[in-house]
Structure formats: structure tokens, C-alpha cells
């Protein structure tokens, strides 16, 4: 008897550590895999924030639009449709992310490409040491030469992601027109006012609403300004991240994967402990229960 249990109690300690064992293995192996000694996987930083008092880039595009005229179906003849000019204001931003191990010639590399496309560098940022360095820019590019830049930048380094929105902003620059037109006949009709004759204190309280109105055109003009034919770009911001190997020794990997491993099987051990026990629990009630169950059955 005590010869039987001796063995299965060595049986049941090489299962265990054989199952430990295939564990550590796996995680050793993972390790190596995984790439734990390329590249390392930074959270980049969110430079973009830092950016938000640049002034905003935007351009404009024309085109010809036609609709049938007095509601017409849509299968009417050409001669039935009515052609129109359409004036658009847009906002186009490009994102691009990436990360390179030859950081000081794709940064020159981008200069350079920036000044080929006759764009230019509205924000800047340059973070972190040699061998983690990150540079950030923030360019306004011709709307023309929007397209060969962005496919540019995406041949500097590895890159992360990359996106591209197209906003239209042709409502709030009519807007912006709407209200300096509406401004600029408040601010006449002030000055008409002004001439006549009155109290001071009125005169003086128009005086000041005037001022403010000028202060309020002053505003929009700026605004008005970032739409203007003169300052059409859009916008690519990129951020180029330098990239640098981890070396990881021999002891380091074999100490992570046995942390690992021993949390994991324990944890493993408990949940096999748990529903074993609770199946034991479960069938012993059972099996006390189902006899008296059967006899009222039958009764």
C-alpha cells in the first residue's frame, strides 16, 4: 500500500513539474520569437496638442456641378441641366508616424524633401537623447504638391500609421464673410450716428461700441487671412522616432519566463483545484439527493 502511493506520488510531481516545465519553455522560447532584443516600442508622444495655437492651413478647388433645373428626374437630357461654380474651402491633414535606425540622414532627408516641394516648416520639436531622439514637424505644403510629399514621407523609415482627412470648410468661410459684411455695415451706421449731435456720455459709449466692432474685424480679417488664395496649404504632420535595440542577456530571459511560468501555473493549479473541488461537492450532493428525488418519482 504504502509502495503504491510512494509511486503515485511521484507520478503525480513529474506530471507537475513536467507541466512546468512545457510552460517555461514556451515563454522562454516567446522571448526570442517576440523580438525582446529589436525594436523598442515606445508610447510616441501626442506632439500634435503642442501645435494647436499654428495657424490653421487651408486651400480651395473649383469644379463644375450640374442639377436638373425645376426639379427635373434625373434622367433628363443634358440640355435640361443647369451648370454651376463650385467654389470650395477645405482643411487637408495628413498623419504620418514612423520610426528609423538612421535617424540623423532621414531627418536631413525630410528637410530636403520639404524645401524639393516648396513647403515649408510651420512647428517644430526635437525630444529625448541621442539614440531615443524624436523630432516632430508640423508642414504646410502647396495643395499641389500635397500628394508627392505625403507619398515622400512615407518612404522615411518604418512607418506606424498614417492617415489622411479632408475637411470641408466652405460654410464657415462664408460664415466669416456673412458676419464682416454685417460688421462693417454696424460700424458705417455708427459712424453716421457719430456725427450728429448728443451727450457725452452717449457719445462716448458709442465711441466704444465702435471700438469693438473694429476689434471684431480685426479678428476676422486674421481668420479671413488663413483662407485667402496667398496662404492656401495643407498640412502633413510627422513625427520621426529613433529607434534602438534592447540587449537582453541569457540570465534576464531565463528569470522573466520562470517569473512567468511560476505566476501562470499557480494560478493554473488553483483554477484545476477549484473546479475539481467544486465538482466533488457538486457530485457528493448528488448523489445523496438523487436516491430520495427517485423515490418520490416513483411514489
Request: net charge positive.
Amino acid at each position: 500500500m504504502k509502495t503504491l502511493f510512494k509511486t503515485r506520488l511521484i507520478r503525480t510531481i513529474v506530471v507537475l513539474i513536467i507541466g512546468f516545465f512545457v510552460l517555461f519553455l514556451f515563454r522562454f522560447i516567446y522571448g526570442y520569437t517576440t523580438g525582446l532584443s529589436e525594436l523598442q516600442e515606445e508610447e510616441l508622444s501626442s506632439f500634435f496638442g503642442d501645435s494647436e495655437g499654428v495657424r490653421k492651413n487651408y486651400a480651395s478647388d473649383s469644379y463644375k456641378f450640374k442639377r436638373p433645373v425645376g426639379g427635373a428626374a434625373d434622367g433628363v437630357a443634358s440640355a435640361q441641366l443647369q451648370q454651376f461654380d463650385v467654389n470650395q474651402k477645405y482643411e487637408k491633414t495628413a498623419t504620418v508616424r514612423t520610426r528609423t535606425k538612421q535617424f540623423e540622414n532621414d531627418e536631413k532627408h525630410t528637410r530636403a524633401t520639404i524645401k524639393k516641394f516648396n513647403s515649408i516648416v510651420q512647428f517644430e520639436k526635437n525630444t529625448g537623447r541621442k539614440g531615443n531622439r524624436s523630432i516632430f514637424f508640423l508642414i504646410g505644403a502647396p495643395p499641389d504638391n500635397f500628394d508627392s510629399l505625403y507619398a515622400e514621407m512615407l518612404k522615411v523609415g518604418s512607418v506606424l500609421s498614417k492617415e489622411i482627412v479632408k475637411v470641408d470648410k466652405t460654410s464657415e468661410f462664408k460664415n466669416l464673410n456673412a458676419r464682416k459684411n454685417s460688421l462693417e455695415i454696424t460700424r458705417q451706421s455708427l459712424l453716421e450716428i457719430k456725427k450728429q449731435s448728443g451727450k457725452i456720455d452717449e457719445y462716448i459709449n458709442l465711441q466704444n461700441r465702435i471700438l469693438e466692432i473694429e476689434q471684431e474685424l480685426q479678428s476676422l480679417g486674421v481668420q479671413l487671412g488663413d483662407f485667402s488664395e496667398e496662404n492656401e496649404f495643407c498640412t502633413v504632420k510627422l513625427s520621426l522616432s529613433e529607434s534602438h535595440e534592447i540587449k537582453v542577456s541569457f540570465l534576464h530571459r531565463v528569470k522573466v519566463a520562470f517569473e512567468w511560468a511560476a505566476q501562470y501555473y499557480l494560478m493554473l493549479l488553483g483554477i484545476t483545484a477549484f473546479a475539481a473541488t467544486t465538482g466533488f461537492f457538486l457530485l457528493l450532493i448528488i448523489d445523496k439527493l438523487l436516491p430520495s428525488i427517485i423515490n418520490r418519482i416513483n411514489q
